[in-house]
């Protein structure tokens, strides 16, 4: 499945260097990782391609560079990526570096296929634009990302790092919807799940926290970005997730409503004359917390719950009951847990969902200690008590950083 046809997969002895790319459909975002210690050489982003005001905002990590930021039209994926690439040319970091082992490409939907991070051929691009109609706001970026990549160094291994791969090991159960079969395969219509790259580092992080191999451990893992889901992970094989044939489905968001009546949108349709693009955009884009009361940002509603505001705690109370509502399904789905760790900017940071998603659940082993749970840290923990059942962790996602390092067991399988 990941054998390589075109591009070759051997790297020399002081390529230990991995470009990180995360091409969204108006965004790159990269890092530069050299994987003799995992450090990072430099980080950026470029925002707003295709506009008149586009930005790029590089860090260099190394030889004491300052942050450089410059504005102005990007017209698309290819121009954001060669002025990326001067970036790091200024570094000393170019492209062209011989110790650049390999570029590792972030890509969303690798639908039933892609089960392994996958050496880039016009073979595996092909299956990849195959799979646009199930995720057309992110396949078509990633495909613009890896064909600018391919172009600017057409010697070089190129790997895809699949979102929905972790996933793939879901049994037919939890992965099938229970909709007309024929109809469902026909159109490959079942629950794929995303932010797997995620859920597998964290998955992962959370055994070794507890001195265990993945193995050993069933984890519930809370990714609650601005996009947010849960998974159960059963001995380092992801069982569940709460995302479907889109990231939609499942918790409730930033701007998404995750799980809702299908028959909403016939409603929408049928009786307040809603086209399918309409309820689509409301669904993503104007729903979950940013629906209900106006912010996505769980800074900003937590500051306005404290003034009294009671749109915000609506919201924070939604938000909450269907965490809860996951994490007792996971639990029941596992049967024994080890774990439930919380990762992404929401679950690293903010002290007070992860008390009010465990509140009440004593009698299933979990319990917050408030004074762990207050400490800030970039370093995963423990935010439970040493008598408590279930370990309750904050483990801090690292997506680039794993993209990285299956890019270069790829290429580099005897490692530095
Ligand atoms: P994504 O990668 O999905 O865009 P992130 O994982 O970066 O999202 O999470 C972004 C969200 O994290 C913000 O929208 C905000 O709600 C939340 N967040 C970030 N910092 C904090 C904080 N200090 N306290 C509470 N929430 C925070």
């Known amino acids: 499945m990941t054998t390589p046809t075109e591009s070759t997969t051997a790297v020399t002895a002081n390529a230990t260097r991995v470009l990180v790319l995360n091409s969204g459909s108006s965004s790159v975002k990269y890092q ?32 004491g560079a300052e942050k450089r930021e410059r504005t102005g039209p990007i017209a698309d994926h290819a121009a954001a990526l060669k002025a990326v690439a001067d970036e790091l040319t200024h570094d000393g970091l170019g492209l062209d570096s011989p110790e650049l082992a390999a570029i590792g490409h972030r890509v969303v939907h690798g639908g039933l296929r ?7 051929t016009e073979e595996v691009l092909a299956e990849v634009e195959r799979l646009v109609p199930v995720a057309p706001l992110h396949n078509p970026a990633n495909i613009a990302g890896i064909r600018t990549a391919r172009a600017l160094r057409p010697d070089l291994p190129q790997v895809a790092v699949f979102d929905t791969a972790f996933h793939t090991t879901m049994p037919e159960s939890a992965a099938r919807y229970a909709i007309d079969v024929e109809t469902a395969d026909a159109h490959r219509i079942r629950r794929y799940g995303f932010h797997g790259t995620s859920h597998a ?55 998404r409503s995750g799980d809702i009546d299908p028959a909403v949108t016939f409603h929408l349709k049928r009786v307040a004359g809603m086209s399918a693009d309409e309820i689509d955009e409301l669904l993503n884009k104007k729903s979950g917390l940013m629906g209900l009361c106006g912010d996505n940002d769980m800074r900003e509603i937590r500051r306005r719950i404290d003034e009294g505001d009671e749109r915000a705690r609506l919201a924070f109370d939604i938000y909450i009951h269907r965490l809860k509502k996951y994490i007792g399904a996971y639990y029941a789905v596992l049967g024994r847990v080890d774990a439930i760790a919380f990762t992404a900017g929401v679950g690293e940071n903010a002290a007070p969902v992860r008390e009010a998603a ?36 904050v483990v801090p996602t690292d997506e680039e950083l794993e993209i990285a390092q299956q890019t270069f067991a790829l290429v580099a399988p005897e490692g530095v």
């Open 201 to 255: 580092y964290v998955s992962r992080r959370t055994a070794a926290l507890l001195g265990k191999e993945p193995s050993e451990v069933n984890v519930i893992v809370l990714h609650l970005g601005n996009g947010a889901s849960a998974s159960a992970v059963a001995g380092g094989r992801c069982v569940e997730t709460s995302m479907g044939l889109t990231p939609l489905e499942g918790l409730v968001m930033g701007t």
């Open 358 to 393: 465990v509140a009440g659940l004593e009698e299933l082993g979990l319990v917050v200690d408030a004074d762990l749970n207050a400490v800030r840290s970039a370093e995963p923990r423990l935010i439970s008590p040493n008598y408590a059942r279930v370990a309750v962790a």
């Open 32 to 63: 530069l990782l050299d994987m003799r210690d995992r450090s990072r050489l430099a980080v950026g982003l470029v925002e707003r391609i295709g506009e008149e005001t586009s930005r790029l905002v590089h860090t260099p990590l190394t030889g």
């Open 114 to 120: 892609f089960t392994e991070p996958t050496v880039i």
